[in-house]
């Protein structure tokens, strides 16, 4: 059979021996080298112009539904639980707790919860509420597994690797926030965040309020491609005297976005997360829908426009 393979960044270290043993198996083995940031960006048109039979891709569930062949391979990543008794005196005056982690931990999400049940806490678990499939799993676009329950604990853990996923949850919750690093060995608290980013957000509303040209990002990934919203963003910028591009690519290059200086803002209809974690990337304003809503409010308000 001929078979593309797909790695994350994290796990393109792991591709030939992947790709040795299913030859071995007498498939014909072919390795995405394209960046990839999740199942949502499934190289489809790779495996197509391959003529693969199928694609498999690594370290993500499955995030919606394709018209091919598509085998995930989620790939569990054992981490080390040995800081769970130092976090238990950061924790010591909370006691309902709400564990959440990624793909890669669920499978030890079970033996975390057990911890902290034996040391006296109430453990809540969160159902997700969008791309995620398991309870307590996060991904980078859906947090539902910790909103869903902010209201019920009294601080959140995340335990896992990276900032990526736990900065997503903070910023949609209110409650103490810790994060168990199991690989570089650290308890952090990640509050301060919510801040940060408030300031951070707040800054690029008010930097847009006098632009008049809005591009549109439009990404062509399978999982993130949203011709509506564009659509709909275009007409609600030009009905609001502006005028709007769309803007279109697979992965945006932000030099790129940069070399467009006619662009007053833009705004992002691809990964949520682009115009939360990239927004010093560009040098004007890059927002998310939402925020572009706001700055057409206060633009109203301020008689910039007509309502
Ligand atoms: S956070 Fe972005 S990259 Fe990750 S799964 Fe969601 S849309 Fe894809």
Do not use: W
């Amino acid at each position: 059979m001929r078979i593309l393979l797909q790695f994350p960044e994290g796990l393109k270290q792991k591709a030939l021996e992947h790709a040795k043993k299913l030859e071995k198996d007498g498939n014909e083995v072919f390795i995405s080298a394209s960046p990839t940031f999740g199942a949502c960006d499934l190289a489809l048109d790779e495996a197509r112009d391959l003529k693969a039979e199928k694609l498999v891709h690594f370290g993500h569930a499955e995030f919606h539904h394709v018209d091919f062949n598509v085998e995930y391979v989620n790939y569990e990543i054992d981490a080390p639980l040995n800081l769970l008794p130092e976090s238990l005196d950061r924790l010591r005056e909370y006691v309902r707790i709400g564990i959440i982690t990624t793909i890669q931990h669920i499978h030890q999400l079970e033996a975390v919860k057990k911890f902290y049940e034996d040391n006296g806490k109430k453990v809540i678990v969160g159902k997700p509420y969008g791309f995620a499939k398991m309870q307590g799993q996060i991904l980078g676009c859906d947090i539902g597994s910790a909103a869903t329950i902010d209201s019920k604990v009294d601080a959140f853990v995340y335990f896992g690797g990276g900032i990526f996923h736990p900065l997503g949850a903070v910023l949609a919750t209110t409650k103490p926030f810790f994060v168990i690093e199991p690989f570089q060995g650290v308890i952090e608290r990640f509050d301060s965040y919510r801040e940060l980013y408030g300031k951070k957000r707040r800054a690029k509303i008010l930097g847009s309020v006098d632009a008049k040209r809005i591009g549109i990002l439009l990404t062509t990934k399978n999982g993130q491609h949203n011709m509506a919203l564009a659509t709909i963003l275009k007409k609600r910028i030009e009905k609001a005297g502006m005028s709007a591009g769309i803007l279109v690519a697979n992965t945006f290059d932000f030099d790129s976005l940069n070399n467009m200086m006619e662009f007053d803002a833009f705004v992002n209809t691809a990964c949520p997360r682009i115009s939360i974690d990239d927004i010093d990337r560009t040098r004007k304003p890059l927002l998310s829908a939402n925020e572009l809503m706001e700055v057409i409010k206060i633009k109203e308000e301020l008689g910039r426009i007509k309502a």
